[in-house]
């Protein structure tokens, strides 16, 4: 037993001074005659023997008495652990992704985790939390109750290992202190696995919350899957986990107006279609119903009106096979004989195809590069009979590898770059065995240091990209190649003319980083909004002659669509939403975890925090014991003779 003011336990002395009134009473006898004393003896020796007891008692209880409120007044305890008079530090990661939208017995997993840490921790206790999304150091949970009651699920979440690096930045420097990191999650399952690495210092509480059941429905997606001259066809596609649903709705509106709805009866996957009108504006949103998690229920998509693709073909050879793949519904095609080109309308376009052309001066290499440096993008399809210095000159100012002579020999085309961005939606699966595409010479790259998106049987490449400039290393004319016969021609080419306006998707998913091109054009000074309501934001963005380059990655923080604007004017909408990997309710077994103290409760946890540092008052059993001496003498004193 230990005490607060041990100091005080001096007054113990004072016990002396009840001892010395009880043993030297200083009280003067007075005479009384009596005519005959015979028949006072024997109650004369039982007086004395009963006085002598009574004092004794009463001496006994005032003793104890005053010893117990002296020692009351001490504080006297005891420690349940060697470490109770040392500094304790604790510092709670708490998870607010979207799949602590799962429910629990209290609520979701959320909810039932700030319950638990607004009921067991002491308000004026300092305390460090940190969420995915929000720092609260140093700090009480007087402090921020309100905050962590009005707690936003985040659409990311923090790598395990990166919330545990993040809470020991958190503690203090004090070596000395207990430090106490917990972290409260559910432990979905990521790519990156937990480590938790032993640490001297600090002590690794990991407590998952458990849902009640691990079933969910989400909208993974819709995209365009049929197109004609007056309608589009939407294919929504839907996942689920857990039991099989035999009926699901889905509604599409236009707005806040209800267009359609389907049902779908889903075990694992499940798709639905929509008809909507083409070439109008369609502001999108499904929806479907279910009680798990709620992030993932809504979809919102937009459909505006096309802006064309402006594409121009400088050509000294037939091009005929490129007015088929840039057609009028999307792209401006202009084609130009070489002996014609006006320089003038260069800016103007989006992508500029140098169809074979035997010789590039260098008013135009210039051209070319200013016209790449506003934001546009170039082809180059070489003739068989080029002055290679010329066009060398154009490789040098794009970091392509020059070109060395031309090699008559036949070369199939077998290499195919899947994962390149030109062809990343063209193909569902990997082939290996089609019907390759040949050339019967070809120019050989001096350098192998080229990012090759089809290659030939050598590994040399045919067609390759740096940066805003696509280069074919062939003639395409039927005299030399098959490949305008070729199935690789029109989803190749048809992508680099997309790629080179980016006119916006269906949607984009917040927390990633999205180029967005904007076709307009601004006067000086000016800029463009992301306009959400009441709401804006300036976006980053880079201006070019005749279009926008928008980026955006940390804005919008909320699913919905929202209109790009020049001040008050109206340009388009963009629709945004949240990241689907939430949906998956697969969790990590943290069971095997070494160096971490597991638990499956807040409370249970906070608890164990609170028992290694915390000791057991006795000074209320002193005082309680202090009254009962007081009681017990009173009562001696009255009954007592």
């Not at 998106?453 to 045919?462: A, K, V």
């Amino acid at each position: 037993m230990q005490f607060k003011n041990p100091e005080l336990l001096y007054a113990l002395l004072l016990l002396i001074i009840p001892i010395i009134i009880h043993l030297f009473q200083l009280r003067k006898f007075k005479s009384v005659d009596f005519t005959n004393v015979q028949f006072l003896k024997e109650l004369t020796i039982q007086t004395r023997k009963s006085s002598q007891l009574k004092k004794w008692l009463t001496l006994l209880t005032r003793m104890l008495l005053l010893a117990c409120a002296v020692i009351a007044f001490a504080q006297p305890y005891i420690s349940n652990s060697e470490s109770f008079n040392t500094k304790s530090e604790t510092v709670i990661y708490l998870d607010n992704s979207f799949s602590m939208q799962s429910p629990s017995a209290n609520g979701s997993l959320l909810n039932s985790a700030i319950q638990d840490i607004i009921e067991n921790i002491d308000e004026k206790e300092q305390i460090s939390v940190f969420t995915n999304d929000a720092n609260f150091n140093k700090t009480s949970i007087k402090a921020i109750k309100n905050d962590l009651i009005q707690l936003k699920h985040s659409p990311s979440q923090l790598a395990y290992d990166a919330a545990i690096l993040k809470g020991k930045n958190l503690f203090s420097e004090d070596k000395s202190s207990i430090k106490n990191l917990v972290l409260v999650s559910d432990f979905q399952q990521k790519t990156d696995a937990i480590t938790a690495t032993n640490d001297s210092l600090v002590k690794f509480k990991f407590v998952k919350l458990s849902p009640s059941n691990q079933n969910n429905v989400a909208i993974d997606g819709v995209f365009i899957s049929k197109t004609t001259v007056e309608n589009l066809e939407l294919t929504v596609v839907i996942k689920n986990q857990g039991d099989a649903i035999e009926t699901l709705p889905v509604s599409l509106y236009n707005g806040d107006q209800l267009i359609a709805k389907s049902a779908v009866t889903i075990n694992d996957n499940a798709t639905t279609t929509f008809t909507i009108p083409a070439n109008s504006i369609f502001n999108g949103k499904l929806i479907i119903d279910d009680q798990n998690l709620q992030y993932d229920n809504t979809l919102y998509f937009n459909i505006d009106k096309r802006d064309q693709i402006n594409v121009l073909a400088i050509n000294e050879t037939d091009d005929a096979f490129l007015q088929k793949i840039y057609t009028s519904d999307e792209f401006n095609y202009t084609s130009s004989n070489f002996e014609a080109l006006n320089y003038n309308t260069l800016e103007q376009q989006n992508l500029i195809i140098l169809n074979e052309l035997n010789d590039i001066p260098t008013s135009l290499v210039t051209a070319l590069k200013s016209f790449t440096d506003n934001g546009g993008y170039i082809l180059i399809i070489p003739s068989d009979e080029i002055r290679l210095n010329t066009y060398n000159q154009l490789f040098n100012s794009y970091g392509l590898s020059s070109f060395g002579g031309l090699n008559s020999v036949e070369k199939k085309i077998t290499s195919i770059n899947y994962s390149h961005p030109l062809l990343s939606n063209v193909f569902d699966k990997q082939v290996s065995n089609f019907q390759y595409p040949k050339v019967n010479s070809f120019y050989a790259n001096t350098s192998n240091q080229v990012n090759a998106i089809l290659s030939f049987e050598d590994g040399n490449s045919f067609l390759s990209q740096s940066g805003n400039a696509f280069r074919f290393s062939a003639a395409i004319q039927d005299e030399n190649s098959n490949f305008k016969n070729s199935p690789l021609i029109v989803p190749v080419l048809y992508n680099i003319g997309k790629q080179s306006l980016k006119t916006g998707n269906l949607y984009y998913t917040i927390g990633n980083e999205n180029t967005i091109d904007i076709a307009t054009q601004l006067q000086q000074d000016d800029i463009l909004t992301l306009v959400n309501g009441e709401n804006s934001v300036i976006p980053l963005q880079q201006t070019y002659d005749n279009k926008v380059e928008l980026i955006t990655n940390t804005y919008p923080d909320v699913a919905g669509i929202i209109s790009v604007q020049n001040k008050d004017t109206f340009l388009k909408n963009l629709s945004f939403n949240f990241n689907r990997s939430e949906s998956n309710l697969n969790y990590f077994d943290i069971n095997d975890l070494s160096n971490v103290t597991l638990d499956n409760s807040l409370a249970s946890a906070i608890s164990d925090i609170k028992s290694a540092t915390n000791v057991n008052e006795l000074w209320k059993w002193f005082v309680i014991f202090a009254v009962i001496f007081l009681i017990i003498e009173m009562l001696i004193l009255k009954f007592l003779k």
